[in-house]
């Protein structure tokens, strides 16, 4: 049986600008977004019957048709008409509810994979139209390794040279809920002026480059899990410079211009009971 695999990176937003709330019950956004080596696997498997399968042998991890894997091959089917059936399996290591958009990277993955393996031919553009049915931050993965995303997320912009870091990947064992984070960000205060995009590509130095960045989703995510507000203040005082949290949470991280300084700090949490660190880099090229 004809079988195919990639990795499906995980991601940061290295600045997230969330607008007011609009009438179809999303925020627009703004966000620099940077894919990492640390990555799920993804193998789609030909099939001799018409059924969509998922394995996946991490516990917690649907297998039914809730799995954004899942829904990404029975769209794609759907659309293009197509009658095979498919095994999609997962090899996960990118937690749920992180901030790092795991399943919208799964599901990103599965459709270029199926585009190869049915022989569709589709254009980015015609998978970035199924993607954006998925899930807002599923398109950014069709693309890489930097990319601003805008909308609700769904339109991408890549950028033409990657951003070159280490990255400190903290994984807390809390869970941010990304609608929860979103109802509490629209009962805060405008947020503060932010640095442009523009003054964050030029800055030089990941230590010059952290301090410009930004997500206006943090200080909702800790409303909502006070926890985390005490474990970013924690890691702070013992790495001695801030985290910044990803996406809608609970993944912090930290830039860092060598995997040794990165190291260096993850050696400093090794102690902390209930977080996963992982030292890992920024996708240097197209993955
Ligand atoms: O599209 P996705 O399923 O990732 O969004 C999950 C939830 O996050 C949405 O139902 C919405 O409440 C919130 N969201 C938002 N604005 C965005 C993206 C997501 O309010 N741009």
């Known amino acids: 049986m004809k079988s195919l695999t990639a990795y ?19 925020h627009p956004l703004e966000s620099l977004v940077t894919l990492i080596d640390f990555a799920d696997q993804v193998t789609v498997t030909q099939r001799d019957d018409e059924a969509i399968v998922v394995a996946c042998e991490k516990p917690g991890v649907p297998t039914d048709e809730t799995n954004l894997a899942y829904r990404a091959a029975e769209l794609l089917a759907e659309t293009a008409d197509v009658k095979h059936g498919v095994t999609i399996t997962l ?25 190869a393996l049915w022989d569709l031919g589709y254009e980015r553009e015609q998978l970035s139209q199924v993607a954006a049915l998925l ?49 509490a960000f ?74 040794a300084l990165a190291q260096e700090a993850a050696d400093k949490l090794i102690d902390l009971n209930d977080i996963q660190v992982v030292v890992t880099k920024t996708q240097a090229a197209v993955g």
């Open 91 to 115: 090899e996960k290591r990118i937690p749920p509810g992180m901030g790092l958009g795991g399943g919208s990277s799964n599901a990103a993955t599965t459709l270029m994979l199926l585009n």
């Open 186 to 259: 629209d009962e805060m205060p405008a947020q503060p002026p932010r640095s442009e995009l523009n003054t964050i590509l030029a800055a030089r130095g990941a230590d010059t480059l952290m301090m410009q960045l930004f997500n206006d989703l943090e200080e909702p995510a800790f409303r909502i899990e006070p926890r985390l507000r005490e474990l970013a203040a924690l890691i702070r005082s013992r790495i001695g410079v801030p985290v910044l949290v990803t996406g809608s949470g609970a993944g912090m991280f930290r830039l860092c211009d060598t995997e």
């Open 8 to 26: 499906a990176p995980a991601k940061l937003n290295l600045t997230l600008r969330v607008g007011p709330l609009q009438d179809d019950g999303f």
């Open 135 to 183: 899930g807002s931050d599923v398109s950014l993965f069709l693309h890489g390794p930097l990319s601003v995303i805008r909308g609700r997320g769904e339109q991408v912009t890549p950028l033409d040279r990657p951003l070159e870091a280490a990255v400190l990947l903290i994984m807390p064992k809390l869970h941010c809920s990304t609608p929860a984070v979103y109802r």
